[in-house]
C-alpha cells in the first residue's frame, strides 16, 4: 500500500511539473516575439504622459502654457521636453539639456526620430495644432545620467577619476566610457571594448561620431573641467538603446494579448502550485511544522516537544510509535530531542550555579565582617603612636589576629567546598575501601581531639570488612565533621557511640553516630543541615564556621549514601548513614536505564 501511495504521489509531480514547464516556455516564447508585459506598461505610461502634456499645451499671446501638476510627473521620470514652431525654433523647454540644439531643420527631426544621429537619449516626436498654431513636441529620457558622469568627473595633476555613483549609472545601463584629451589621446576608460582605438585623429573622431554610432549607439560630450578640455565618449555593449527608438504603434490588440497570456500563465501555475503543495503538505508539511514551532520553544528557553494534550505530536496517542509521517524525519527528531535534553540540563545547571555563585558571594561577605573587624581593631591599636605596648600585650593581640585569620581562611575554605559540591565540580576519587577501618580512624582523630578530653567514645566495629567506594579525604572529612559537631554541642561526660554494621537483607552498610547528650529540638533538628545555622542551645564561644553539617550532608550524598537523624530533648541524638553496597548499586542502575 505504501509503494502505491508513492507511485501515485511520483506521478502526481512529473504531471504537475509537465504542465507548469509547458506553460512557462510558452510564455517565454510568447513574450520573445511581441515583447514583455512591464515593457508594454512602461511604453503605455509614457504615451499616456506625454498625449497629457500635448493636451494641456496652452498657447496665447506667443507664450506656451502647461500645467506644473503635469511638469511634475514629467520630472519625476527623469524626462525632458522641447517645443518647435513652424520653422523648427524651440518656443518652450523643461529640463532640455544643453547639448540638444535650440533649432533643427526638417532632416535633422527625421533623423532624430530614425535614430540615424546620437544624442544620447531616447528621443519621442509628436506633431499638432495648438489654436491654428503647428507645434511639434520634441520630448527625450536618458538612459543614465550623463551629466552626473561629467559632473562627477575629478581632474588631478596627473589622474582623472570618475566617482563611483556615476560609474554605477554606467554599469547598470550596459555602457561603457572613454574619456578623451583635446590631442584625442585616451586619458580614463571603463568598461570600453577593445576594438576601439586609444587615440583618434581628428578625421578618425568623425568617422566614428557620424558612421560607427549608427550601429553601435555611441555619443559625445564636450567641456572644460580645470582648465583641461575633455571630451566623454559613451557607448553600449549591445544596440540597447534600439528599444528606446520604438513609436508608440505598438497596436493594443498585442498588449491585450500579452497581458491575457501572462494572466492564463501566472493562474495556471498558481493552481498547479496549489495542487502540489497539497499533495506535498499531508506528507511533508505537518512534521516541518512541528519541527520549527520545536525550535521556536528551545529559542524563548521552552524546553520540551510541542505537545497536545500532554502528548507530543509526533507519538500517536493510540499506539505510543512515531507517527507515519515523522518517520522520515527519525534522524531530525532524534536529534531534537537529545538537544532539547542537553540544553534543558544546561539551564538547571546554569540557574544551580547562579544560585550558589550568589549565596558564596554573600556567605564571604557576610561571615568575613565580623573576623575582619576584629583583625582590623587590633591591628590600628597595635600601629597606634602614642600607645607602647609591652610584649605581652603585642603577643597576645597577634593571637587575636592569628584566630581570626584562621577562622577567615577555613571560612572560605568551607565555601569553596560547598560551592563546588553543589555544583558537582569536586571531582572524587572514588576506590573500594574498607569503612571499618575508616570509621576506625576517624574515631582515633577524634579521640586525640582536645575537645574531646571529657567524652566518653566507645567505637563498634563489624566483624568482617565492609567495602565500599570511597574518596578517602573527603568521606573522612564527612565523618570528622559529624563527630565534632557531636562532641563540641553536648555537655563534658556525655558518652558517644560508633558503630559500623551492615544490614544482609537489604544488602546496606550502616555507620551510626549516637550519643546521649541534650538533643535537639524539632526546629533545630529541622534545619540542621541548613548553612550558618546554630541550634539554640550553641555555645556562645562557639568558633565554627556553622558549614560543617551542610557539607557533611553533601559529602554523604555525593558518595550515594543517606543520612538520617533521630534526636529530643535530654535523650540525646543518633546519626545514621546508609549505603548499598556496589552490587545493589550496579542492580539498580540496570533497573533503572534498561
Known sequence: MRTWGRFIFILLAIVFLYLFLFIFFNSIGYYMV?????????????????????????FHNHQVSISTQTLRKLDARKDWLQILDEQGNEIYQYQ????????????????????????????????STVNDRKLTWVFGYAPFDTELVKKSTVVSADKIAVSEEALREIRLANAWLQILDENGNEVYQYHRPDSYPRHYAPGEFVYYDETINLQQHIFHMTDTVNGKRLTWLFGFSEPILEKYYRDFGMSQDIAEKATYTTLRGIVSFVLSLVIVSIIFALRFTSPMLHIMQWLKQLAVGIYEEPSKNGVPRSISRFTGDLKRSYRDFIEVIQALKYLTFVLKKNDQDRRKLEKTREEWLAGVSHDLKTPLSAVKGYADLLAEPQYEWSKEEVRQYAKVIQDKANYMENLINDLNLTFRLKNDALHLQKKPFNLVELVRRAVIDIVNDPRAEAMEIEFHPAKEELIYPVDVKWFKRALNNLLINAVVHNPPGTKINVSVEQDVTKDQIFIVIEDNGVGMDQETLAHLFDRYFRGTR????????????????????????????????????????SFLLE????????KKFP
Open 34 to 58: 511581441y515583447g514583455w508585459p512591464w515593457e508594454h506598461a512602461e511604453e503605455k505610461g509614457k504615451q499616456e504622459l506625454y498625449q497629457e502634456i500635448m493636451n494641456q499645451t496652452r
Open 96 to 127: 532640455k539639456p544643453k547639448t540638444m540644439p535650440e533649432k533643427y531643420t526638417y532632416l535633422q527631426l527625421t533623423d532624430l526620430k530614425k535614430g540615424n544621429f546620437s544624442t544620447g537619449y531616447q528621443v519621442y516626436t509628436f506633431y
Open 538 to 577: 550553641a555555645k556562645k564561644n562557639e568558633t565554627g564556621t556553622g558549614l560543617g553539617m551542610a557539607i557533611a550532608e553533601q559529602l554523604i550524598k555525593a558518595h550515594d549514601g543517606r543520612i538520617d537523624i533521630e534526636s529530643e530533648i535530654g535523650r540525646g541524638t543518633k546519626i545514621r548513614l
Open 583 to 590: 552490587a545493589s548499586v550496579a542492580q539498580l542502575e540496570e
